[in-house]
């Protein structure tokens, strides 16, 4: 059951019900589940108020930035090349954005500068990777810290505070009564399942964190494909960074600290893996985050020790990549 | 050819490409060009240094220097262990470094003699190891998503059991740690011991070749009838053990530390470990290219400080230094497998 | 047929599990509007609730004894106490907010180590009309409790300055400042000050001999940092060291013995953090200690007034503090007398109402 591992990704055509199906009962499906026990937790533990507006609100508001960010890096772990620099990069973007609307520039420009920032980063990132053939945990680790230095170096006392009117309320508001920022990230992270499911240029991203080789002798750029997903990793975060200035009105030096390993924890929990591409959909990534958040809420709003937060998160982790192991998996030796 | 290395089940991954015959004369010049570009780094920073500051090459550098590799240092071998079995990595270092650090101190303020404090101290990493080892191999989990999750369990049960933690001031450890042997900090020489110690065995004994085996080609090591998983939680044990010992030798030099303590040397450890072109696709490494490499990271800090710029800068160019250098070695994997 | 059969059992699992979260949530929406208002909710039992925000900086074991100190005095009250962690991230001290918001609380205590975020923290406050006591770091709005860092940082300087006066006759070839440039207007003023004292006393130090460099306010990133900037002045002998709290000057302090440079060198640090109990540095000479585990006991000063429906001015800045805790600059043989942390806290405990670790402890 375990050592013949069935191919996730056949290149047969199925129906769309044999799809759906299939998905579920893939890692989607063991995550559904997952998602499902923790609101009925939610629901037994803490009563009818887990699911109030204003809890809804909470929990949408404080999972909104991290989901747009692990769903524009979704694409590098499904192309196979593991970003780990996004923490620090929605920190560094953030402090840039911070930093230069303090200053009086147009906001919109100075958003346009972050971005462009990102871009850098990603294609740096993606020339020592992919021309260079370097480890991608090593480059991108390398990446991180680099910021890191950077962000500190920029920030050395108290940071200033740039609170964005229209950006405030955009990512702490509601809209119809529910947090427009997660409407937002619902929305991309729906987008981004479509383009991945449904596009010949998604299936192409699969095929290239699958198997590489294969991918080249079936023509597809492999160079390309790593070197765009990797872009878009990097411009998520710096987008991260830019939505979390407007959120909480000011960036210190550590803002998006361990962010990576939050956001992978989740992706994985949603059925991604951080060593070997191919696998995942942004579907699972959102109930991935989603599961976490709903946890941390549940500590929060039964003001329990955040200590435990970490542990439970650890667990779900093992738990679901063994499940995914059992499925035919990721499989180490 | 650029992500197989993470891919232990890929079965086209490099590995099997490799020629193996001319793989020990191969290794050694390897070793010889990493250990020749990073000592021609080092002496070029030392030159940018003395330019700027001529007395930058003092007693009190080396000093400072020597402090600050040798945890480090000792951690660094503690990762390369794991590297080069083709464990991946450990991401749960820091873990082991607090928690036997927070297992000394204890043992110590418990009244009990020193030598039972450090032997509670290398327990602790140990058993560490051994879970982490455990998860792996009976998991069959890839250890770099084992360890990301104990590292941030560990870290949360630690602070559930502790808040800060100190070491007695009047205990022959802490006499130790703030003592010098030849003109060196104590503690350094424990690390220069510990990679030379490792450094032979990886080389010259046979648990020492298996090791390398199992990492270059864990299935054609057990198509030879090698117990892969015996070797596995073995070297995961044994990893979490010299962990153990910079555990001992941090409650020596920091005289009171929190569960958070260990989390600065998560990247400068596997930085210096991939700067020595111990690759992470395992099955090589030299140990006295890591000691070069690990005293090149620790030099850059005091050199930031000799230019009287603010020490964030030092994580810019450790950073910036991982980047290039994991290129340069991508670049040359790159060459030579063509 | 094994796989098959497990595999239906989890597609089923999944369906179900879907269906009943959609029933429930369907369910729940209706009870949405009387559960969900904000200030006035169906918990709010005429109790005077008091929500807490621990600091959660992992290098500071006051912050999470606050947290203890609090709860012990509002079970004194008979009030209900509900405590959470900003955990050193500006994004969960923003969140814990909302929470509290939600919660329905009638007042708020915090501590926050990352106060970026605190004009938006202020702003969801005010909206929802909930008084704030902030400590050691100000927001207009809030009442302020804390020390006034300002003078601790001048106080701290003078004591040691005096001290140099008196055994090397000002004669001092290095002034160090271990910052925590993250605590920002607060590092500026315990370090800052510190160093404007320590010229002030002795005016001839040169202005080369002042040197800073980044300790994050915690000891073993102090100890990394500190070693090269004591190779970087190899010739300074007679060294003083200052900094943002006790934890930043000991790492100086250990890393200058590591060096070797512990000939003659002598530090004062803030917080007291480091400068009681049986493992002091010895040349640890003094720190100024805020007792900043019983700050809940003066918080609490206010607290009593609101719960009893007239709530105080608000004071909210260092200069013009709602409740000044007063700081203590101790030497280390005073400091002797002082018991350790967890003894204050129970000490406190039992003390009477109104009484403060200043009266207790700090009596010289």
Redesign the interface.
């Known amino acids: 059951?375990?050592t013949l591992?069935s191919p996730l990704f056949e290149d047969r055509p199925q129906s769309f019900r044999h799809r759906t199906?299939h998905s579920?009962?893939g890692p989607v499906?063991?995550i559904?589940?997952t998602?499902?026990?923790t609101?009925?937790v939610g629901?037994l533990w803490v009563?009818?108020?887990?699911?109030?507006?204003?809890?809804i609100?909470?929990v949408g508001?404080?999972v909104a930035i991290p989901l747009i960010v692990a769903v524009l890096a979704s694409f590098a772990l499904l192309a196979?090349?593991v970003d780990l620099s996004i923490g620090s990069m929605v920190g560094f973007g953030a402090v840039i954005f911070n930093q230069l609307v303090a200053t009086g520039l147009n906001p919109w420009l100075v958003a346009a500068i972050t971005i462009g920032v990102g871009v850098v980063v990603g294609l740096?990132n993606a020339f020592?990777?992919?021309y260079?053939?370097?480890?991608?945990?090593?480059?991108t680790?390398?990446?991180?810290?680099?910021?890191?230095?950077?962000s500190?170096?920029i920030?050395?006392?108290?940071?200033p505070?740039t609170?964005i009117d229209p950006l405030?309320n955009v990512t702490?508001g509601a809209l119809l009564g529910f947090p427009t920022l997660l409407l937002i990230g619902i929305g991309i992270t729906l987008v981004a399942a479509g383009f991945i499911g449904k596009t010949r240029v998604g299936r192409k991203v699969q095929a290239v964190g699958g198997?590489?080789?294969a991918a080249a002798r079936a023509g597809i750029s492999v160079t390309k494909v790593?070197v765009i997903a990797l872009v878009i990793s990097a411009v998520g975060a710096s987008i991260g960074g830019i939505l979390?200035v407007g959120?909480?009105?000011?960036?210190?030096?550590?803002?998006g600290t361990g962010l990576e390993?939050q956001i992978?924890?989740a992706l994985?929990i949603g059925g991604y893996?951080?060593?070997?591409?191919g696998v995942g959909n942004p579907l699972g990534g959102l109930l991935g985050l989603l599961v976490v958040a709903g946890i941390t809420n549940i500590l929060?709003?039964q003001?329990f020790?955040?200590?435990?937060?970490?542990?439970i998160?650890?667990?779900i982790?093992?738990a679901a990549?063994?499940v995914d192991?059992f499925r035919g998996g990721?499989?180490?030796? | 050819m650029t992500t197989s290395h993470l891919t232990p089940t890929d079965p086209v991954a490099t590995k099997p490409d490799k020629p193996h015959i001319s793989i020990t004369d191969g290794r050694t010049f390897t070793s010889f060009r990493d250990a020749i570009s990073i000592t021609g780094v080092w002496v070029l920073l030392l030159a940018a240094t003395l330019i700027a500051r001529p007395d930058f090459l003092s007693n009190q550098t080396l000093l400072a220097v020597t402090f600050t590799m040798s945890i480090s240092g000792v951690l660094a071998v503690a990762q390369a262990l794991i590297v080069i079995s083709g464990g991946l990595l450990d991401l749960s270092l820091p873990v082991s470094l607090t928690l036997s650090a927070w297992a000394t101190v204890s043992a110590l303020n418990a009244g009990l003699p020193t030598v039972l404090a450090i032997l509670a101290g290398l327990g602790a990493g140990a058993c560490w190891g051994l879970l982490n080892g455990a998860i792996v191999v009976f998991g069959k989990l890839n250890p770099i998503i084992v360890t990301l999750a104990t590292g941030f369990g560990g870290l949360a049960i630690m602070l559930i059991l502790f808040k800060s933690a100190q070491i007695p001031s009047t205990s022959a450890l802490r006499a130790y740690g703030l003592g010098r042997f030849l003109g060196l900090p104590n503690i350094f020489w424990p690390m220069v011991i510990t990679i030379i110690l490792f450094g032979l065995a990886l080389t010259y004994t046979r648990w020492g070749r298996r090791l390398i085996a199992i990492g270059g080609n864990a299935r054609a090591a057990k198509a030879r009838g090698l117990n892969l998983r015996r070797i596995r939680l073995a070297t995961f044990t044994g990893s979490g053990a010299v962990a153990g010992l910079a555990g001992v030798l941090f409650s020596a030099v920091n005289p009171s530390f929190t569960p958070a303590s260990g989390t600065g040397f998560q990247l400068i450890v596997i930085g210096a470990v991939i700067l020595a072109g111990i690759s992470l696709s395992g099955g090589k490494g030299n140990l006295l290219v890591l000691l070069l490499s690990v005293g090149f990271l620790a030099t850059i800090p005091t050199s930031i400080a000799f230019f009287g710029l603010p020490p964030a800068w030092s994580l810019v160019f450790q950073g910036a230094l991982l980047i290039i250098a994991v290129g340069i070695d991508g670049a040359r994997l790159k060459r030579t497998s063509r | 047929m094994t796989q098959l059969t497990t595999r239906s059992r989890l597609v089923r699992a999944a369906f179900v599990g879907l269906a009943a979260t959609s029933l429930t949530l369907t369910g729940c929406s209706t009870v949405d509007p009387a559960a969900g208002g904000s200030d006035s909710g169906a918990t709010d039992d005429g109790t005077f609730t008091l929500g807490f925000a621990v600091g959660g900086q992992p290098d500071a074991d006051w912050q999470e004894l606050q947290g203890d100190v609090a709860k012990g005095l509002a079970d004194q009250r008979g009030w209900d106490f509900v405590e959470l962690s900003n955990d050193n991230s500006e994004a969960t001290a923003t969140t814990n907010a909302d929470l509290f918001i939600q919660k329905g609380v009638d007042m708020v205590m915090m501590f926050n180590g990352q106060p970026s975020a605190n004009p938006v923290i202020a702003k969801k406050y005010e909206d929802a009309s909930i008084p704030v006591v902030t400590f050691d770091i100000a927001q207009p709005g809030w009442y302020f409790v804390g020390v006034d860092n300002a003078s601790a940082g001048t106080e701290g300087g003078t004591k040691l300055a005096e001290l140099a006066q008196e055994k090397w006759d000002c004669d001092v070839d290095l002034v160090i400042s271990a910052e925590g440039t993250a605590a920002g207007q607060i590092n500026e003023w315990r370090t800052g000050n510190a160093r404007t004292a320590i010229q002030e006393t002795c005016p001839d130090i040169p202005e080369d001999n002042y040197v800073s460099y980044e300790a994050d306010g915690n000891l073993t990133t102090s100890l990394a940092n500190a070693p090269g900037v004591f190779a970087a002045h190899p010739d300074a002998e007679n060294i003083l060291v200052v900094g943002l709290n006790d934890q930043a000057v000991v790492g100086a302090l250990q890393a200058a013995t590591q060096l070797g440079r512990d000939g003659s060198i002598m530090g004062w640090g803030q917080d007291g953090g480091l400068i009681t109990g049986d493992n002091v540095d010895p040349n640890l000479a003094g720190s100024v200690m805020y007792f900043l585990e019983g700050y809940p006991a003066s918080a609490f000063e206010i607290a009593d007034q609101i719960a009893e429906g007239n709530a105080p001015e608000v004071k909210d800045t260092g200069d013009n503090a709602a409740v000044s805790v007063k700081p203590c600059p101790v030497t280390q043989e005073q400091a002797a007398s002082i018991p350790n942390i967890d003894e204050r806290v129970s000490e406190l405990a039992s003390a009477a109402k109104g009484t403060t670790e200043h009266d207790l402890f700090c009596d010289f």
């Open positions: 059951m375990t591992a199906l579920f009962n499906g063991s559904t589940a998602l499902a026990v609101l009925l629901l009563g009818p108020e887990f699911f109030a507006p204003s809890n609100q909470i508001v404080s196979g090349v740096t020592v990777i992919v260079f053939g370097a480890e991608p945990l090593a480059v680790l390398g990446m991180l810290t680099l910021l890191r230095g950077l500190q170096a920030v050395v006392s108290a940071p505070t609170l405030y702490q198997d590489h080789r790593r979390y959120q909480l009105g000011s960036a210190s030096n550590i803002l390993f992978y924890a994985m893996s951080i060593t070997r591409g929060n709003i003001f020790d955040p200590d435990y937060l970490d542990l998160v650890a667990l982790l093992l990549v063994l192991r990721d499989e180490f030796e």
